[in-house]
């Protein structure tokens, strides 16, 4: 993200769903900070096996592992067994983020990474949140935060919105891009 002035290095780990697999699992999760949980829209096994998955993921993961529920194969709309609506409530369900791809086609591959990506970069800016955002702006308070900074973060948040799913998604983002307009023009 050059906008943000910063880079999140992926390293992919592809750790197929049969059971026969699962057990090398623990040695890839245990320091992951993100995962991707993948099923296919024209298989319902794989489906239903997104919540033993996720169970998994999250017994040996770090705490704040960012997930992404991902159904792939939307190229094959005639063939499709498993709804969006069924696997957005799945998402809801297991409070984690759903996209939809197409490998074959490429829809949505970079976007995944793209989310990801500023989920790891949120995590980091969460301190910048708590001591700007989460204070009151009095009149006439004086914030010291440079250029560059508050470019960033404007970028950051406005990148934010294109992944807002909820009008309360929507609406936190616009707050926070409204808090650095009023930062800036209070700018030391």
């Given amino acids: 993200f050059e906008e943000l002035d910063t880079s999140v290095r992926f390293m992919i780990w592809d750790l197929a769903g049969q059971n026969q697999f699962q057990r090398l699992w623990t040695d890839y999760l245990t320091d992951s900070r993100a995962?991707?949980?993948?099923?296919?829209?024209?298989?319902?096994?794989?489906?239903?096996?997104?919540?033993?998955?996720?169970d998994i993921i999250t017994k040996v993961a770090l705490p704040d592992i960012t997930l992404i529920l991902v159904g792939n194969k939307v190229d094959l709309n005639d063939s499709r067994v498993i709804s969006t609506e069924q696997a957005v409530k799945l998402a809801k369900d297991l409070?984690?983020?759903?996209?939809?791809?197409?490998?074959?086609?490429?829809?949505?591959?970079?976007?995944?990474?793209?989310?990801?990506?500023?989920?790891?970069?949120?995590?980091?800016?969460?301190?910048?949140?708590?001591?700007?955002?989460?204070?009151?702006?009095?009149?006439?308070?004086?914030?010291?935060?440079?250029?560059?900074?508050?470019?960033?973060?404007?970028t950051y948040f406005t990148k934010q919105l294109d992944f807002c799913i909820g009008k309360s998604d929507t609406k936190e983002v616009i707050k926070y891009l409204d808090v650095l307009k009023s930062i800036q023009g209070k700018k030391v």
Avoid: C, H
Avoid at 35 to 54: A, C, L, P, Q
Avoid at 115 to 143: C, M, P, R, Y
């Fill in 35 to 54: 995962g991707i949980i993948v099923f296919d829209v024209t298989n319902r096994e794989t489906f239903e096996s997104v919540k033993k998955w996720y």
């Fill in 95 to 154: 409070s984690i983020y759903y996209m939809e791809t197409s490998a074959k086609t490429n829809e949505n591959i970079k976007e995944v990474f793209e989310w990801i990506a500023l989920q790891i970069i949120n995590i980091n800016i969460e301190v910048v949140k708590e001591t700007i955002f989460d204070k009151q702006i009095e009149e006439g308070s004086k914030f010291i935060i440079s250029s560059p900074q508050l470019k960033m973060l404007n």
